[in-house]
């Protein structure tokens, strides 16, 4: 059966209205700017005509979504509005006025109108409130809702608990810096406390809070399960689909989540979270590719520089940086100001080595704003490309200063230390990277090289088993894992991570079959050794690639069957005439091969024959001493 396709209509535009207004009063800055670019993105047309909403009062805290789970739990047909449950209200229970009453979805009116009462009733202290938020007064909030009743105020106090209590972990952090007693990351100790606050909550604003908790104490499955219920009242509010993606480690676990969502599987917003999920693993595929040109047609958001810097992104990640970087330009067209993912663009200028569109890019930038990470990143790409490593380095850390949790820099910072041979700052750089984002595979793959360069192989070895893991399908690193095995005489070992990398690879690349070939020859495997010798001449001749590039390979081949006992005289001839009427190298070997070898080869093959005697005991040991 076809799957109908989305179309956003003006359901959706009313229900991306309401985000922008209600994650912007709870300072949930981000998700309102996701909410509001996502409305501009849509034709004018679209969103012109205003839709009427019949509301109970003036407390909104969701809207109406498809439902696609049969549960009772997941319905939205009572959603709307959906007052905080006092079983979410009572772990706040300063206040001996709350009701003690469990709301369920489908409250009734007059639970409804009392919480809109008591909305009404803390509007003002709600309001200055909010201008503490916007100025980081996260204590002053706490202490003004305290005496509050109404369920936005008590996300805001719980939120802005949470935000302070990050605040003092970071600067009990610092305070530790270049001693052993620093962990490796901030370790906020109050979340714990702040769990109890929400434990028992229904309310899909505090369930995303519950689920923010949960996430940060690595109680993923807990995380999820209150994530999915938030998103079921609550479906637009980006934030807690940020935070189910952090619970995730791998494609699998995507895979196994999507059918537990409680939206259709053709729904912008699932769609969204796969694509961008993927992304943050490293891993889309062409699939991703699909999903963002459903979500960037007419029906949806076609005009969406989010969703077109998610489709730049899945571009970068499949190394196609001619496409990547068109994507990022028709945003700049757009929106020559906008900074998010700006730091992509830099560095697909930085591989395709464009200095001139990076140096252009690092001035326009500067001069918007110098003190953002992204942007710092993008004048350490260019000092980078032009070999100043110690100023890309001041560059990345200053970025890492701005946004400790910025993978990038401390990415790119050990990347400038191992080009300056400093191979125990890059070390300490990689880790850092790890510490923030132990699913980024680009850290570990770091971690790895620079181990080999102190010649720690084992230490080596480990790092990139860590990468293919998250990796499974990168041919560069099981390459680079193959070349550690073979540094510690593993040769056995270094052949197979080399066949994993055909796996990912070029069906018409060489190189692999090559340094497969010659750890086949090393191991005395000559029958394998010459069958990915005679890959290479099939795939070079079928690119019609010159015979200087296939020459050595086409004499090994023959050799292996003239001398070593493949059999296949008729194809050792032929290859042997293509290199001898050649101007390679091998002519030489290819003339001998020839004039004295092929033809003893073909009076053994016609006495064998007229003996019946299909083997010769310990010929290819005899014979063995000859190949070379």
Known sequence: MTEVAFKVDGEVIAALRNAVRDCSERGLSFAS????ELLCSLPSSKRRPEPTIVAQSDFHTSTPARPRSPRPSLSFAAQTPAAIAPESVHPFSVNPNLADVSALPGQSPEIL?????WEAEDADHIAMARTFMDSKEYLRVIHWLRPCRSAKAAFLRVYSQYLESEKKALRDWYKLENTREQPPEPVNTSLHNLLELVRNATDPWLLFLKALFLCRMSRREEAIESAILSIAQYPWNW???AALGDCLSDGDELSSLLPLLPLPSNHPLVLMFQVKTLNSLNSPSDNELTLCDRLLSDDCFPRSMWIMALRGNVLYYLHDFTAAEAQFRKILAIDPYRVDDIDILSNILYVSENNNALSKLAHDYLAIDKDRP????????????????????????RATQLDRSYLAAWTLMGHEFVEMKNSHAAIEAYRKAVD???KDYRAWYGLAQAYELLGMHQYALYYYQHATALRPYDVRIWQAQGMCYEEMGRLKEAAECLRRALIGADPQETTIHSKLAKLHHDLG???????????????????????????????YVARYHILQGGGDLALARQYLEWVAVSNAEEVTQANELLRRHLPAAVMRQQQQQQQNTTNVPGRAASEGASFT
């Open 525 to 555: 495997e000559y029958a394998e050794a010459a069958a990915y010798h005679r890959r290479i001449v099939e795939v070079c001749r079928a690119a019609q690639k010159p015979i200087q590039e296939w020459s050595k390979s086409a004499v």
């Open 33 to 36: 700017k996701w909410a509001a």
């Open 436 to 438: 923030v984002n132990k």
């Open 374 to 397: 992204e942007i710092c990143c993008i004048i350490g790409n260019y000092y980078s490309l032009r070999a100043e490593h110690e100023k890309a380095v001041k560059y990345f850390k």
């Open 113 to 117: 109108q009392q919480e809109a009462e």
């Open 239 to 241: 934030s807690t689909w």
